[in-house]
C-alpha cells in the first residue's frame, strides 16, 4: 500500500543522546516535511524538502536536522536531544507545485528523559 | 502570532445533527485552504480543500465554506456520524511560502450516537 512509513512508532530517549526519526514515501512526490505536534499548539513545521537535493528550514528548526539524499527518504536527526523535544513527530510528502494537499505518516511518539 | 485560528478546542454534537467547525485567519497571503481529519495514533488525513478563488467545495457530506473578506473558513458535516469524532485541522498554504503549510491548533469533534 503506497504511503509514508516511519520509524520508530515511539521512543524513550535520555538528554544528550543523538536520534534520528526516519521518513521513507513510496508515492515519488518530491516535496517532504518534518512536523512536531504538541498539546494545545497543532503542528508546526520543522524542515522542509522541495525536492532530492534541496531542504529549508520551518517554523521550529533549532536543535533539528534534515537531509534529502533522494526522493524517497528524508531522515530527522536530533544531534543531542533535550526534554523540550518530546512530542509527536510526523512526516509528510506531497506532489511539487504549489497547493498541493500534504500526505501524513502515522507518526514518532518521542520522550526525552 | 497565530496565522490560523480554530477558536474552539471541542465541539460535540448528536448523531444526524449538522457539524460545524470553523476558522479563522490573519494572513492575507494565503491563497489555499485546506481540512485535516485526525484518529489518536494516526496521522492527520486530508479531508477538503478550497481555493482562494472560490466561495464553497461539496464532498459528500463535507462542505468548505470561504468568506475572503471575513477571513473566515468553516466546515460543514451532514449528518454528522459516530465515525466522524475526531479532531480537525485548518490549514492555509501561503502563496509567497514556498510551499509550507500553517495548521491551526485544531477542533475536537465528538459525535455522540
Known amino acids: 500500500i503506497a504511503g509514508i512509513t516511519q520509524a520508530p512508532t515511539s521512543q524513550i530517549l535520555a538528554a544528550g543522546r543523538r536520534m534520528t526519526l526516519r521518513c521513507t514515501q513510496d508515492m515519488r512526490h518530491n516535496a517532504m516535511y518534518w512536523y512536531r505536534q504538541d498539546l494545545g499548539l497543532g503542528l508546526r513545521l520543522i524542515h522542509y524538502?522541495?525536492?532530492?537535493?534541496?531542504?529549508g528550514k520551518g517554523e521550529v528548526p533549532d536543535g533539528y536536522s534534515v537531509s534529502r539524499a533522494n526522493t524517497d527518504d528524508f531522515p530527522l536527526t536530533l544531534a543531542s536531544a533535550v526534554p523540550s523535544q518530546t512530542s509527536v513527530y510526523f512526516c509528510?510528502?506531497?506532489?511539487?507545485?504549489?497547493?498541493?494537499?500534504?500526505?501524513f505518516g502515522d507518526g514518532t511518539r518521542l520522550s526525552i528523559l | 502570532d497565530q496565522q490560523v485560528k480554530q477558536n474552539s478546542p471541542s465541539l460535540s454534537v448528536q448523531e444526524g445533527r449538522i457539524s460545524i467547525l470553523n476558522c479563522d485567519y490573519t494572513n492575507s497571503m494565503f491563497d489555499y485552504f485546506l481540512w485535516y481529519k485526525k484518529y489518536p495514533a494516526e496521522g492527520p488525513t486530508f479531508l477538503i480543500s478550497?481555493?482562494?478563488?472560490?466561495d464553497k467545495n461539496e464532498d459528500g457530506r463535507f462542505t468548505v465554506f470561504l468568506n475572503k473578506s471575513a477571513k473566515h473558513l468553516s466546515l460543514h458535516i451532514v449528518p454528522s456520524q459516530p465515525g466522524d469524532s475526531a479532531v480537525y485541522f485548518c490549514a492555509a498554504y501561503d502563496r509567497g511560502s514556498n510551499y509550507k503549510l500553517t495548521f491551526g491548533k485544531g477542533t475536537l469533534l465528538t459525535v455522540n450516537p
Open positions: 509528510a510528502s506531497s506532489e511539487q507545485g504549489s497547493n498541493q494537499p500534504q500526505h
Open positions: 478550497i481555493s482562494s478563488i472560490k
Open positions: 524538502s522541495n525536492t532530492a537535493g534541496t531542504t
